[in-house]
């Protein structure tokens, strides 16, 4: 028996360490996004100091670490996103319009997503809409907890179920944010900013 403890215990460190390196390649290649370097697996694996191969047995193929990338810098957005907002948000104002529109902002004026925008478009937007991705659900979630919590605090009357509408608000908020990719428009933040908000408050009770 004891024998068998410290086989999981030895396992468990492993699982510890080897999660650790994939954090970390993880978060230089959310860097490299940043700071608006094209994300080449070669260069990344010199500036960690391991091979390619270990690189892609940590992390999976390119597109899934860029995935991860992107989620990793989307949740730090978010997270900055809401924290703007409830600095200045008035008493009784709803948590999820003023969130959105600082999430707006924040994308429409990150150079590094925009970018990797320009340089691999198609890359890009499948990472960033994919329904059953990271970012996506991700942001939706994130979207649906402000939904419920305003529903909680202020009353707000859903037409649909916080789920739905959550989606629904992300996706408008792709097509005018990523409006030039989408549709070979110019993203438009201010109608998006409207929009979003429209479908919030104007089904308030």
């Known amino acids: 028996m004891p024998s068998r403890a410290l086989t999981r215990l030895s396992a468990s460190r492993a699982g510890t360490r080897t999660a650790s390196k994939s ?25 960690l100091g391991v091979s390619r191969v270990t690189l892609f047995r940590r992390v999976g193929s390119r597109e899934e670490l860029l995935s991860q990338a992107l989620w990793l810098l989307t949740e730090r957005m978010l997270e900055a996103a809401a924290a703007r907002w409830e600095a200045e948000r ?20 990150s150079a590094g997503l925009r970018r990797l925008l320009d340089d691999e478009p198609t890359l890009t937007i499948r990472v960033l809409t994919d329904p059953r991705g990271r970012v996506q659900t991700g942001i939706v979630a994130f979207i649906e907890d402000l ?42 933040v201010a109608t998006a900013n409207r929009l979003q908000q429209a479908l919030i408050e104007g089904i308030l009770p």
Do not use: C
């Open 23 to 47: 954090a970390r390649i993880v978060a230089t290649a959310a860097r490299w996004i940043h700071d608006g370097r094209r994300l080449d697996m070669q260069g990344l694996a010199d500036e």
């Open 147 to 188: 939904l419920r919590r305003d529903v909680e605090e202020f009353g707000l009357v859903t037409l649909i179920e916080p789920g739905a509408l959550a989606y629904a608000l992300v996706r408008l908020g792709e097509s005018f944010l990523y409006a030039d990719v989408l549709a070979a428009r110019k993203p438009d």
């Open 90 to 109: 008035p008493e009784g104002e709803l948590h999820t319009p003023g969130t959105g529109r600082h999430i707006n902002a924040l994308v429409s004026q």
